[in-house]
């Protein structure tokens, strides 16, 4: 079964840009979607098709997929965005990245 | 403003059945595709099933083929996840998500019910 591949953890400190990858085969053929989850918290949508901020989502996150990568990124991270981040993308069934935890140090 | 709820969770031994209900509102719910996604505990997400706005496509993952039924009834705006033969690894926190998942995200999720299998 297809399977999307993120890092477990990453760290950035306070102002700097973070990347969170997902891998995965051909990952540019689908969609791929970003979601925010904080503790205690149900996921939130920020990223969808892509590269496209949901609603009320700050402009300092973005997204980009292109061949086996699609990528978060986050400029001048802040401290409100330590959470777990999840991509999603698809094929022949709704695929979750295992999640990676932002620490913002 | 849109609302997800969901109820129907609890403490059941291995084998026995549940029935989730997710209340939709301020959307129009017979148009939209509807999905549950849970989360075991200190664990990632994890898609269980989809039905489609009309409620005739369903789709759900392996693990829970034959054992869960996804539906949804129009007149009252539930979702639902019928879920029998309840083994351990089932325990989680149950969301429900509006949306299918290709070509849209989920973009509204309710705050979970939680299901605990235990003997």
């Known amino acids: 079964s297809y399977e999307v591949t993120q890092p477990p953890s990453v760290s950035v400190s306070p102002g700097q840009t973070a990347s969170i990858t997902c891998s995965g085969d051909?990952?540019?053929?689908?969609?791929v979607f970003w979601y925010q989850q904080k503790p205690g918290q149900s996921p939130v949508l920020l990223i969808y098709e892509d590269n496209k901020r949901a609603s009320g989502i700050p402009e300092r996150f973005s997204g980009s997929n292109s061949g086996n990568t699609a990528t978060l990124t986050i400029s001048g991270t802040q401290a409100m965005d330590e959470a777990d981040y999840y991509c999603?993308?698809?094929?022949?069934?709704?695929?979750f990245g295992g999640g990676t935890k932002l620490t913002v140090l | 403003e849109v609302h997800l709820l969901e109820s129907g969770g609890g403490l059941v031994q291995p084998g026995e059945s549940l029935r989730l209900s997710c209340a939709a509102s301020g959307f129009t719910f017979n148009i939209y595709a509807m999905t549950w996604v849970r989360q075991a505990p200190g664990k990632g997400l994890e898609w269980v099933s989809s039905i489609s706005g009309s409620g005739s496509d369903s789709v759900y993952t392996d693990s829970v083929k034959g054992r869960f039924t996804i539906s949804r009834d129009r007149s009252k705006n539930t979702l639902y996840l019928h879920m029998k033969n309840l083994r351990v690894d089932d325990t989680a926190l149950y969301f429900c998500?509006?949306?299918?998942?290709?070509?849209?995200?989920?973009?509204?999720w309710g705050q979970g019910s939680q299901v605990t299998v235990s003997s």
């Open positions: 998500a509006k949306g299918w998942g290709r070509s849209d995200g989920f973009d509204y």
């Open positions: 999603q993308t698809w094929d022949t069934r709704v695929v």
């Open positions: 051909m990952l540019d053929d689908n969609y």
